[in-house]
T-cell receptor, first 109, second 114 residues
Framework: GENVEQHPSTLSVQEGDSAVIKCTYS??????FPWYKQELGKGPQLIID?????GEKKDQRIAVTLNKTAKHFSLHITETQPEDSAVYFC????????FGTGTKLQVIP | KAGVTQTPRYLIKTRGQQVTLSCSPI?????VSWYQQTPGQGLQFLFE???????NKGNFPGRFSGRQFSNSRSEMNVSTLELGDSALYLC?????????????FGPGTRLTVT
């Protein structure tokens, strides 16, 4: 089945700096790659997604890149703010959705 | 538009008992997926229902089952509870099949098995 690896598991950045989270997947049939943000006590919230026919997608301070050949995709957050602090999950969707293990992002004011 | 709602939010059960969790999707959404979230295993897919039919299933034992009603509301049942079933159970709804449409998660049901 699909295997999704996510790195790093924790990430601390200064407010205003950029944060990058990377994921790799194993199933070449995966064609949909969403990213979720989960705050304490809440369910994951979709923040951005990308499909396999696109290499990059941007939404304000958030961007996602996809390299299908290498089977990896990344989340980029620029100008980080304290409210960006949360756990971020990547996922890959082929037959089923498989999630990465999560990255706890801490933005230090 | 109201989001995904899950009831109850918290539940404490004893080993051997059974439990039923409920999920109401966003109005108009026809697909409901269930996930188990634990610190050790992360987010794991349980099953997906679309138009009252189970479309996809994860690698969980038969003690975990679900169903979907004609109004798209879904229930998940766990029988013969084990300590390891303690987890946050999340449901997510989407307009159509989860692979083609964005999923929106509910707040989850925190199940504790003692």
């Amino acid at each position: 089945g699909e295997n999704v690896e996510q790195h790093p598991s924790t990430l601390s950045v200064q407010e205003g700096d950029s944060a990058v989270i990377k994921c790799t997947y194993s199933d070449s049939a995966s064609n949909y790659f969403p990213w979720y943000k989960q705050e304490l006590g809440k369910g994951p919230q979709l923040i951005i997604d990308i499909r396999s026919n696109v290499g990059e997608k941007k939404d304000q301070r958030i961007a996602v890149t996809l390299n299908k050949t290498a089977k990896h995709f990344s989340l980029h957050i620029t100008e980080t703010q304290p409210e960006d602090s949360a756990v971020y999950f990547c996922a890959a969707k082929g037959q089923k959705v498989t999630f990465g293990t999560g990255t706890k992002l801490q933005v230090i004011p | 538009k109201a989001g995904v709602t899950q009831t109850p939010r918290y539940l404490i059960k004893t080993r051997g008992q059974q439990v039923t969790l409920s999920c109401s999707p966003i109005s108009g959404h026809r697909s409901v997926s269930w996930y188990q979230q634990t610190p050790g295993q992360g987010l794991q897919f349980l099953f997906e229902y679309f138009s009252e039919t189970q479309r996809n299933k994860g690698n969980f034992p038969g003690r975990f089952s679900g169903r979907q009603f004609s109004n798209s509301r879904s229930e998940m049942n766990v029988s013969t509870l084990e300590l390891g079933d303690s987890a946050l159970y999340l449901c997510a709804s989407s307009l159509g099949w989860q692979g083609a449409h964005e999923q929106y998660f509910g707040p989850g049901t925190r199940l504790t098995v003692t």
